[in-house]
T-cell receptor, first 109, second 116 residues
Framework: GQNIDQPTEMTATEGAIVQINCTYQ??????LFWYQQHAGEAPTFLSY??LDGLEEKGRFSSFLSRSKGYSYLLLKELQMKDSASYLC??????????WGAGTKLIIKP | DADVTQTPRNRITKTGKRIMLECSQT?????MYWYRQDPGLGLRLIYY???????NKGEISDGYSVSRQAQAKFSLSLESAIPNQTALYFC????FGSGKELETQYFGPGTRLLVL
């Protein structure tokens, strides 16, 4: 079966760095997405990886290892507005997105 | 103006009633999706459509039906609402093809549905 695993909740301090991990099992693989979702709002696109390695975009970076079925989202210089849920989604062989349940990130001052 | 809109934004209904949630998009995308989101369960796909003549069941289609009236419009119906259909419903769109730019899904603001 297809499955996406990520931690349910994480807590970090303002100004610090946090890494949110995601492991995936999909039928075929055509990339991995990270989305941000503030409470009660729509998910918004953060990053997409299809090749191994790290992609950096400002304070946010996303890493992929296809051989390990593993990705992480790295958030630097955390701000209070980064408090949100972070959704990992793998793209299967039919180009369908398989969604994880999301990681709720709590930022403390 | 928002690229993906949903109406209504909030709805309270009673068990057994038929209701319709509507989604419109101005992004010109071919693909449209309906998801529901429940606390702790993430997004679950209800139905999706790759073009006006193409409708596909998702993971949890029982109790739901859809209509793709035009490229820009995709409606979700609950034929006879039940309390466990209380959830946050999202419509999303994506373009056709593969790769980041074409597979990224863009979400509407969501509809909060409460079935009493």
């Amino acid at each position: 079966g297809q499955n996406i695993d990520q931690p349910t909740e994480m807590t970090a301090t303002e100004g610090a760095i946090v890494q949110i991990n995601c492991t995936y099992q999909t039928s075929g693989f055509n990339g991995l997405f990270w989305y941000q979702q503030h409470a009660g709002e729509a998910p918004t696109f953060l990053s997409y990886n299809v090749l191994d390695g790290l992609e950096e975009k400002g304070r946010f970076s996303s890493f992929l290892s296809r051989s390990k079925g593993y990705s992480y989202l790295l958030l630097k210089e955390l701000q209070m507005k980064d408090s949100a849920s972070y959704l990992c989604a793998g793209v299967d062989s039919n180009y369908q997105l398989i969604w994880g349940a999301g990681t709720k990130l709590i930022i403390k001052p | 103006d928002a690229d993906v809109t949903q109406t209504p934004r909030n709805r309270i209904t009673k068990t057994g009633k038929r209701i319709m949630l509507e989604c419109s998009q101005t992004k010109g995308h071919d693909r449209m999706y309906w998801y529901r989101q429940d606390p702790g369960l993430g997004l679950r796909l209800i139905y999706y459509s790759f073009d006006v003549k193409d409708i596909n069941k998702g993971e949890i289609s029982d109790g739901y039906s859809v209509s793709r009236q035009a490229q820009a419009k995709f409606s979700l119906s609950l034929e006879s609402a039940i309390p466990n259909q209380t959830a946050l419903y999202f419509c999303a769109t994506s373009d056709f093809g593969s790769g980041k730019e074409l597979e990224t899904q863009y979400f509407g603001p969501g509809t909060r549905l409460l079935v009493l």
